[in-house]
């Protein structure tokens, strides 16, 4: 068979674009070579829907973060995501810098970004009481807002699916070649599949395919960003999400509530040469311990730390978005060097990559293409009688998983059940919460393990944390056996 298109990843950028071209008469196939979607840069970052008054004025990066910021409230309502407006501040802490906000303010009109306005320290101080005393003022931005980042991810690639595309995990790409004909060979560890255009949103790999085909080189930096976690407890120690002044490196270790009620701290900004290297260091924590507590006050990371995280942003050289066909490889479309402001660019860098193919393939609308998605029903979200309702009908909904997050039996087996389902620890982590509270997983994982077995014949010692090696008991048929752990 030979795709129409084929998307390199399985992210953000990548189900953003399959979801747009499954509006369309076209074979589409997604390449993923972890076990799910949003197993990469999607899944580790903060959360955070940018408002668009940071990238530089006149870059595609400004123009994609203040549409896709517009486009966010339309999509999050047909796909069910969990999405709130809760707007942020970009704070200053040295009186002489405080013509850096009205730089940031001007940027952002610039860019588009609605409603900014700079605030007075006495104004400030008032509406979030928690910032530290050394704050001078402020430039809020009301349309910032924050996000559930995998709902976001699972929710396009679900929709996407629903439409037509397929996808592949577990199918890394190793080589790609077009032919005289001019189509695309793209060799992986499955097979090879053939396509007449390749859509390359392979995140810090990106650059890695683009060098393959192209003779104009990019050079794409892993940049590690550690994250801190903080319990609900104190998930209302600030309400919209506190910015320092940015640097050269990004815009700095940000404070910020979550849609689930918990708090955010970081990220730090590491460039390391590792595409891989996810894990936290001391070193990294202490860092963005320490800058967080310049602007909000009372902070009680350390006793109040349920997780610690990394996540890699796809640095590009030149700081943008490259989001285009080569001109020396034709049907080669780059989504590279999507980091920061990316998660918020999405759907508007989706609807680009689509613009761009559609224009070259002339594709025929589908007339019975489906525009919503459904999320998972949280039975607590509930009232009390519908929820008693539910469990008469659905006893799962009854039967509590895990506890830390009140996640049920059906919740979990919804997950499992949908299109594109868990086949995980972490994908049921992702789509449901289970394990992502005050325990971590401690209390509830095995009984999420009995599911996963239960409902896909996978053998206990055989399920994962991620896929891949990552069994979580790979001794348990010795012991069952009676032989030595």
């Not at 339309?74 to 013509?99: A, T, W, Y």
């Not at 830390?404 to 059906?410: H, K, P």
């Not at 059940?417 to 049921?428: F, I």
């Not at 289970?434 to 009984?447: E, H, K």
Request: charged content about 25%; some cysteine; proline content about 4%.
């Amino acid at each position: 068979m030979i795709y129409d298109v084929i998307i390199i990843g399985a992210g953000v950028s990548g189900c953003a674009a399959a979801r747009e071209l499954s509006r369309y008469q076209l074979n589409v196939c997604v390449l993923e070579r972890e076990e799910d979607v949003c197993s990469g840069t999607s899944k580790a970052n903060s959360a955070i829907i940018h408002a668009g008054f940071d990238a530089p004025a006149g870059s595609l990066m400004a123009k994609l973060n203040v549409e896709g910021n517009e486009m966010m409230d339309d999509l999050c309502r047909d796909l069910d995501i969990p999405f709130k407006r809760n707007g942020s501040l970009v704070v200053c802490i040295h009186k002489e810098e405080l013509d850096g906000l009205k730089e940031l303010y001007d940027r952002g009109v610039q860019n588009g970004v609605k409603d900014l306005k700079i605030l007075s320290k006495e104004e400030v101080h008032k509406m979030e009481p928690n910032l530290s005393d050394n704050v001078e003022g402020a430039l809020y931005a009301p349309t910032g807002g924050i996000i559930c980042p995998f709902i976001l991810n699972i929710a396009m690639a679900e929709n996407a699916n629903v439409n037509g595309v397929d996808f592949r995990f577990n199918t890394e790409v190793e080589s790609l070649k077009r032919d005289d004909a001019g189509i695309w060979h793209i060799r992986t560890c499955t097979g090879e599949y053939l396509t007449k255009y390749v859509v390359n949103a392979a995140g810090v790999y990106a650059d890695q395919f683009h060098n393959m085909v192209s003779e104009n080189k990019i050079h794409i930096t892993p940049r590690r960003g550690d994250y801190c976690l903080l319990d609900k407890e104190m998930g209302g120690h600030v309400s919209c999400t506190i910015f320092p002044q940015p640097t050269k490196f990004g815009k700095g270790v940000l404070v910020s509530p979550t849609v689930h009620g918990n708090l955010i701290v970081g990220p730090t900004a590491i460039d390391i040469e590792d595409k891989d290297s996810t894990a936290t260091t001391a070193e990294g924590i202490s860092s963005l311990i320490e800058k967080a507590g310049m602007n909000v006050k009372d902070l009680p990371v350390g006793r109040k730390v349920i997780t610690s995280f990394a996540g890699l942003r796809a640095h590009e050289d030149h700081h943008e978005f490259i989001i285009e066909e080569l001109k020396d490889a034709p049907g080669f479309i780059d989504c590279a060097g999507i980091e920061s402001p990316g998660l918020s660019s999405s759907p508007a860098i989706g609807r680009m990559v689509k613009d761009i193919l559609c224009e070259r393939i002339k594709p025929v609308e589908k007339e019975d293409w489906i525009a919503t998605r459904k999320g998972i029903l949280n039975p607590t979200e509930l009232s009390l009688e519908e929820r008693n309702e539910l469990i008469k009908k659905e006893p799962a909904y009854g039967q509590i998983i895990c506890r830390c997050e009140s996640v049920s039996e059906g919740e979990i087996l919804d997950a499992i059940r949908r299109p594109l389902g868990a086949r995980s620890l972490d994908g049921v982590k992702r789509r449901t919460r289970a394990g992502m509270g005050r325990c971590q997983a401690g209390f509830c994982s095995p009984r999420v393990m009995e599911i996963l077995h239960n409902e896909l014949g996978i053998p206990m010692e055989k399920i994962t944390k991620s896929g891949g090696k990552s069994v979580i008991a790979p001794d348990l048929l010795k012991v069952q056996k009676g032989g030595e752990a």
